[in-house]
């Protein structure tokens, strides 16, 4: 079986993918490997100049557009001023682990920007959607519990990495419940999930500025397992174009998931719970006053 490598990117000329949080880590290098293939690539981030700084390191036909998965008014935007199809859309962008803080509609901000951003970008972008969903997951997502009565952290006391791991979890949830519907309605566009490892990216930037012993070590192995940002995007190019079954989730193939090259992976049992993944989106449909834009094909 040959490894797969950005080099086996089949070429994408005429193909747009849109990529959000493509401005740094795994989404840039996600972005740089799309584009040298031909495809017209979005970087869909919050910083537009930040955005154009990154774009102007890739070759290719890219572009940048701002959108602040952390307030809906931004998502909305976004998704009215891109009308062109798209092939594929990588939902990358993420926070990792900060104090309690609250997006733009009062979410928790791990929850609302890793999941509910993307619930909401995902399904008013579906209509114009061609080939895949990719959403960016994490090996974290192991050890979450989706508490549906306390999905924003309003009644249980706050723990960052609990929220992260939640909103990991969700992630996976939200694309088998999206494969479902997509299967259901008839439609040709395939959802799909991917963990890049320990990939040694801005968001473990966090562990650089702990000073204690545990930290210290902490940050020694993180340099040791942790892959580059370039190996950590192989996962998700995957999931992007390899011949793997809608609702598959892609991660490396070496100890522990932290670093290698891709393959198809697995997930924890409450990843696996239909009727939990069914009970989120329902949620998250309340929450964001977006649903599932596709009516089933008529038997």
Request: proline fraction near 5%; hydrophobic fraction near 45%.
């Amino acid at each position: 079986m040959t490894t797969f490598t950005a080099a086996h990117l089949p070429a994408m000329n005429g193909r747009t993918v849109v990529i959000t949080g493509a401005n740094s880590g795994i989404g840039l290098a996600a972005a740089r490997a799309l584009a040298a293939k031909g495809a017209r690539v979005v970087l869909a981030v919050r910083d537009p100049d930040r955005g154009r700084t990154a774009a102007a390191t890739l070759t290719g036909d890219t572009a940048v557009q701002r959108l602040d998965l952390a307030d809906l008014s931004s998502i909305r935007a976004f998704a009215e001023d891109l009308t062109e199809p798209i092939d594929v859309l990588i939902n990358n962008a993420g926070v990792m682990i900060p104090p309690l803080a609250r997006t733009a509609d009062g979410f928790e901000l791990q929850f609302g920007t890793n999941h509910l951003g993307h619930f909401a970008l995902t399904n008013l972008l579906l209509p114009r959607i061609r080939r895949r969903v990719v959403t960016v997951s994490s090996n974290g997502h192991r050890t979450g519990t989706l508490d549906l009565a306390d999905l924003n952290w309003e009644r249980r006391p706050y723990r960052a990495f609990a929220a992260y791991a939640q909103s990991k979890l969700a992630n996976l949830l939200f694309t088998s419940e999206l494969q479902r519907r997509l299967t259901e309605a008839g439609s040709p566009v395939l959802a799909t999930a991917a963990h890049p490892g320990m990939a040694a990216t801005n968001l473990l930037g966090h562990l650089d500025r702990d000073p204690t012993p545990l930290g210290r070590l902490r940050t020694a192995l993180t340099g040791l397992l942790s892959q580059s940002d370039d190996d950590g995007a192989l996962p998700t190019l995957y999931a992007a174009v390899a011949d793997v079954p809608g609702g598959s989730y892609a991660g490396p193939d070496g100890f522990l998931e932290g670093r290698g090259a891709p393959k198809l992976v697995g997930r924890s049992k409450a990843a696996r719970d239909g009727t939990l993944a069914r009970r989120l989106w329902t949620a998250s449909e309340m929450l964001t006053g977006v649903g599932f834009p596709l009516m089933a094909t008529k038997g």
